[in-house]
């Protein structure tokens, strides 16, 4: 009976999952896949200059086995860049150093490069973000991971209906951010499990490229509203929770 495999240990999922081709679009390349412990080898014999026994003791596993990632990396590393292909980050079968529970986190891969919807006052990354989404001229749809991005025009005189929250789901969507939104499309998003990014003053001044940024930081914090279909129970509930202000008194002099 084979013996069963033990996760490679690694200091933390990386920071960036995507690398593409600047200049290229994505439907024109190939893409390549590095495990999540072969980024770790990288950094460990590269990076760090570890030399094998030292990288092998740190992920918790033989000379053999570091080596072998290693030179598997090395080669996928070596295939994106001469070939000119996109290289994404995700999966394998690792374990974050002081997880509580290995298995599950070995077994879960990185998820997909999300695909963000802003409202823009036109295509590109330097153009400004719209205000208001329902007066916006359409949507900027950036690819987080490659900082690519493509418009998705609103028809003029359909507002920001059911025809642009479908053509939002219809693109793969995962996260929109966006300003002073209105209930019709932040429902139909929510109810098609894509999350809602309350960006609110904060975008005022902002061009796409760095909304998205900010987004892929984690600048800004999810809307309450954005889990549900509906945002007028929780602003209820929230006024509701409210205490009412204190009497004033005033005194006679």
């Not at 200091?11 to 590095?34: C, H, I, M, N, S």
């Not at 080669?75 to 509580?100: C, D, N, P």
């Not at 809602?196 to 914090?221: K, Q």
Request: glycine content about 14%; cysteine-free; aromatic content about 4%.
């Amino acid at each position: 009976m084979p013996r069963p495999r033990l996760p490679r240990v690694v200091a933390g999922v990386p920071r960036a999952a995507y690398f593409k081709p600047q200049g290229l679009p994505l439907r024109d390349l190939t893409e390549v896949r590095l495990s999540v412990e072969g980024l770790e080898a990288l950094r460990l014999a590269d990076l760090e200059g570890l030399t094998t026994e030292e990288a092998a003791r740190d992920m918790g596993v033989s000379r053999h086995t570091f080596g072998r990632v290693l030179a598997e990396a090395r080669a996928t590393v070596a295939r994106a860049l001469v070939t000119g292909a996109a290289l994404r980050i995700e999966g394998g079968h690792y374990q974050v150093a002081g997880a509580a529970a290995p298995a599950a986190v070995a077994a879960a891969p990185l998820p997909s490069r999300p695909l963000a919807a802003i409202p823009a006052t036109g295509p590109g990354l330097d153009a400004p973000v719209a205000p208001q989404a329902g007066r916006a001229a359409g949507f900027a749809l950036v690819d987080l991971g490659g900082r690519t991005a493509r418009f998705l025009a609103t028809a003029p005189g359909r507002g920001v209906g059911a025809g642009p929250a479908r053509g939002l789901i219809e693109a793969g969507v995962t996260v929109l951010l966006a300003g002073r939104l209105q209930g019709g499309l932040r429902n139909r998003l929510s109810a098609a499990g894509i999350r809602v990014v309350d960006g609110g003053d904060a975008l005022a001044g902002l061009t796409v490229g760095e909304a998205a940024d900010r987004l892929a930081n984690g600048a800004f914090d999810a809307d309450p509203a954005g889990a549900g279909p509906d945002n007028r129970e929780f602003q209820g509930e929230r006024r509701r929770q409210t205490p009412p202000s204190p009497p004033k008194i005033e005194r006679s002099t």
